[in-house]
């Protein structure tokens, strides 16, 4: 898959790569999901979730995004259901049927 990633917070937009990546497989209780759109903004390179993980590890090469767009391609062992919390607030609604 291609995705954009980071690696160096210091260089800015500019440290942003376009790359290869594996595609991921899902784990226990997971949910994969193939993103068609992806929302960014400059201020996510300053966020410290971009950079590290909970637990204050290091998450790079990180991909950043947010707001995003895409199709379930897979689940993990288990998983019993998907919750998205903001989903149905969105201003943009499918036409009822």
């Known amino acids: 898959m291609k995705a954009i990633v980071v690696t160096d917070q210091a260089a800015g ?7 290869d990546r594996p595609e991921p497989k899902a784990a226990i209780n997971d949910v994969v999901v193939r993103i068609h759109a992806s ?4 201020t996510e390179l300053s966020w410290p979730s971009t950079w590290t993980d909970r637990l204050g590890r290091d998450r790079t090469p990180s991909i950043p995004g947010h707001e995003m767009a895409g199709v379930v391609t897979a ?3 288990d998983t019993t259901g998907l ?5 149905g607030r969105s201003r943009h609604r499918p036409p009822a049927d």
Do not use: E, I, N
């Open 39 to 42: 929302g960014f903004v400059h």
């Open 13 to 19: 937009t500019a440290g942003m790569k376009l790359v």
């Open 83 to 87: 919750s998205c919390p903001w989903s």
């Open 75 to 77: 689940l993990g062992y």
